[in-house]
Structures are given as structure tokens and as C-alpha cells.
């Protein structure tokens, strides 16, 4: 069974920057598309970037230019985050996706981020 976890969550101040991480495990050497996403209290889980193993990238439009996604190998992926703002305070969730890996489709359990002063 695959799973992925995340890491990198915590306290930041407003202007601060954080990287988050997400670890892939299980029978599965490559994952073909992997990304963040957030859910700030009261709202509505939101995507904030993906990116396949090809390196095609999907943003946010309002986030892309303060949040950078990466990946470093086939079952791994970062979210660099910058210029952090209080209404960034959410928690942060990894997924992982593989149609053609029986229709892979998992969540983490989420890294929760606060920003404030």
C-alpha cells in the first residue's frame, strides 16, 4: 500500500519562509504526479501547485509566485514557500497520483503551518 507523509510544518513569522516535504513509501518506485495542496479553517481544501515526473507543473495562479514546488526523486516532493503571510496559516496536505498504478490516488495526514507574529 503506498502512503505518503509529509513534514516541514510549524510556527513561522509573517515574511518568513518554510519547506515542506513529502515522502512517498510502499511498492511504488516512481509516483507520475505528486502536489500540495491547503486547507485554511473555515474553507475549502485548495490546490496549490502539482508536478509529474516530467517536470509539467501546474500552479495556483495566485500562489505561484511566492510558492515553488520541486522534486527530487520519483516518490518525493518539496513545496518551497516564501514572503509567508498570515493567511497562509493552513494545513498542508501531500498527494500522490498514478492512473496507471491501479489508480493511485492518496492524501497525507496533512503538516499544519501557522504564520504569525
Known amino acids: 500500500q503506498v502512503q505518503v507523509v509529509e513534514s516541514g510544518g510549524g510556527l513561522v513569522q509573517p515574511g518568513g519562509s518554510l519547506r515542506l516535504s513529502c515522502e512517498g513509501s510502499?511498492?511504488?518506485?516512481?509516483?507520475?504526479?505528486m502536489g500540495w495542496y491547503r486547507q485554511a479553517p473555515g474553507k475549502q481544501r485548495e490546490l496549490i501547485a502539482t508536478m509529474t515526473t516530467g517536470g509539467i507543473t501546474n500552479y495556483a495562479g495566485s500562489l505561484k509566485d511566492r510558492f515553488t514546488i520541486s522534486r527530487r526523486s520519483p516518490t518525493s516532493v518539496y513545496l518551497e514557500m516564501n514572503n509567508l503571510k498570515p493567511e497562509d496559516t493552513a494545513v498542508y496536505y501531500c498527494?500522490?497520483?498514478?492512473?496507471?498504478?491501479?489508480?493511485?490516488?492518496?492524501w497525507g495526514q496533512g503538516t499544519l503551518v501557522i504564520v504569525s507574529s
Open positions: 510502499g511498492k511504488i518506485i516512481n509516483i507520475y504526479r
Open positions: 498527494r500522490a497520483e498514478d492512473p496507471g498504478y491501479q489508480g493511485l490516488d492518496v
